[in-house]
């Protein structure tokens, strides 16, 4: 059974970094093509893809926030964690991450995520 | 970056009803689509992939279709369950989420 679960501050200051871990278990981001992304959901808004870390390490970032965040994995711990420097009160939100896997068929590679943490409420005030 | 365009924002649905949200892409993104349903205070579920796909344990009252740049979720006979928030994924190019279609009881 994949299950994810994030964790970290429940409360961060403007300003400071936060740093968020994904801690999971049921596969693991040695094997070919397994990723895990980072996403977030600001209080009566959409969801917003973050991060995604793939097996063999390479790394991608939302372009909006590109410049603040940090991707990471620790295989031996299955852990991956996300550093968001320079937090100001509209990063308010609940962070997920999520497993991406997916198939090939034909010339492409279709990706999904499929399994969920149940996210982690993250609130920037002084 | 491919930009989404989910429509309508928002619904309102009675029990038993036929509903169908669209998604738009800024360009071709072949079939790299997914569907997400999101009930508050719950990790958002996979409901299709690939465009197509159901996933495994979704209702079959759930269908995807489209390709290139036009997609639609349909729910068949709607159940109370259903009530929640869908969101359309693009995964061709970097991943951007939809706005999101927020389905309400009539």
């Known amino acids: 059974q994949v299950t994810l679960r994030e964790s970290g501050p429940a409360l961060v200051k403007p300003t400071q970094t936060l740093t968020l871990t994904c801690t999971f278990s049921?596969?693991?981001?040695?094997?070919?093509?397994?990723?895990v992304s980072w996403i977030r959901q600001p209080p009566g808004k959409a969801l917003e893809w973050l991060a995604l870390i793939d097996w063999d390490d390479d790394k991608y970032y939302t372009t909006s926030l590109k410049t603040r965040l940090t991707i990471s994995k620790d295989t031996s711990k299955n852990q991956v964690v996300l550093t968001m420097t320079n937090m100001d009160p509209v990063d308010t939100a609940t962070y997920y991450c999520a497993r991406r896997t997916g198939y090939q068929s034909g010339y492409y590679y279709y990706y999904y995520m499929d399994v969920w943490g149940k996210g982690t409420t993250v609130t920037v005030s002084s | 970056d491919i930009q989404m365009t989910q429509s309508p924002s928002s619904l309102s649905a009675s029990v038993g009803d036929r509903v169908t949200i669209t998604c738009r892409a800024s360009q071709t993104i072949d079939r790299h689509i997914n569907w997400y349903q999101h009930r508050p205070g719950k990790a958002p579920k996979l409901l299709i992939y690939a465009a197509s796909n159901l996933q495994r344990g979704v209702p079959s009252r759930f269908s995807g279709s489209g390709s290139g740049t036009y997609f639609t979720l349909t729910i068949n006979s709607l159940q109370s369950e259903d009530f929640a928030t869908y969101y359309c994924l693009q995964t061709f190019s970097a991943v951007q989420f939809g706005q999101g279609t927020k389905v309400e009881i009539k």
């Open positions: 049921g596969f693991s981001l040695t094997t070919r093509g397994m990723s």
